[in-house]
Nanobody, 124 residues
């Protein structure tokens, strides 16, 4: 079992930055690939970024590539999402997820555990 708790969301102006954190419980955090997803009102949950269990491989949605950076600290059981050059269209609830797989997936169904989400609002 893995429990995930996101933090770091908030209100920011366009062009600004935020760093989201996802703290995980459990001694097997380093075994899990981790992903960030987001869901805007009236839209489906969409893939944002993912990182392999070791941190050696990262993956991004085209819409955030070059602006967002995913990282992890297995000693602290935490995964991060650094978000720069934020745009109003980045407004959504952001979720972190854990999946016991070698290669991180882009589909929500490939993840086993989810956090409760943190709201990110970008004003224009």
């Amino acid at each position: 079992q893995v429990q995930l708790v996101e933090s770091g969301g908030g209100l920011v102006q366009a062009g600004g930055s935020l760093r989201l954190s996802c703290a995980a419980s459990g001694r097997t955090f380093s075994s899990y690939a981790m992903g960030w997803f987001r869901q805007a009102p009236g839209k489906e949950r969409e893939f944002v970024a993912a990182i392999s269990w070791s941190g050696g491989s990262t993956y991004y949605a085209d819409s955030v590539k070059g602006r967002f950076t995913i990282s992890r600290d297995n000693a602290k059981n935490t995964v991060y999402l650094q978000m720069n050059s934020l745009k109003p269209e980045d407004t959504a609830v952001y979720y972190c997820a854990a999946g016991l797989r070698l290669v991180p997936g882009r589909d929500p169904y490939e993840y086993d555990y989810w956090g409760q989400g943190t709201q990110v609002t970008v004003s224009s």
